[in-house]
Nanobody
Framework: QVQLVESGGGVVQAGGSLRLSCAASTTIFNIMRMGWYRQAPGKQRELVAS???????NYADFVKGRFTISRDNAKKTVYLQMNSLKAEDTAVYYC??????????WGQGTQVTVSS
């Protein structure tokens, strides 16, 4: 079974930075898009950023100019560089791969806590 392994979460002060990484633990083919979602307590899961294998990116308005998504297709790894973090960025961040057959693959989530 394919698993996505996330790393890089933690506790940081407001204004600080974190870098999340997500890699497929086993061989996975036909990836169409990689991305990050987040879910804060009591809220729905929401898209943070995504990137296609061709490099097209998409960002939620609330992270534009602060977060940068990138990927290494050969390593089947996606990254999320988060700068100028705010208290409202506190959430569990989930890695997501979308295959060309529209199969969804999710990571287990990593906690990001921003202290004000």
């Amino acid at each position: 079974q394919v698993q996505l392994v996330e790393s890089g979460g933690g506790v940081v002060q407001a204004g600080g930075s974190l870098r999340l990484s997500c890699a497929a633990s086993t061989t996975i083919f036909n990836i169409m898009r990689m991305g990050w979602y987040r879910q804060a307590p009591g809220k729905q899961r929401e898209l943070v950023a995504s990137i296609t294998t061709g490099g097209t990116t998409n960002y939620a308005d609330f992270v534009k100019g602060r977060f940068t998504i990138s990927r290494d297709n050969a390593k089947k790894t996606v990254y999320l560089q988060m700068n100028s973090l705010k208290a409202e960025d506190t959430a569990v961040y989930y890695c997501h791969f979308l295959r060309i057959d529209f199969t969804n693959v999710w990571g287990q989530g990593t906690q990001v806590t921003v202290s004000s």
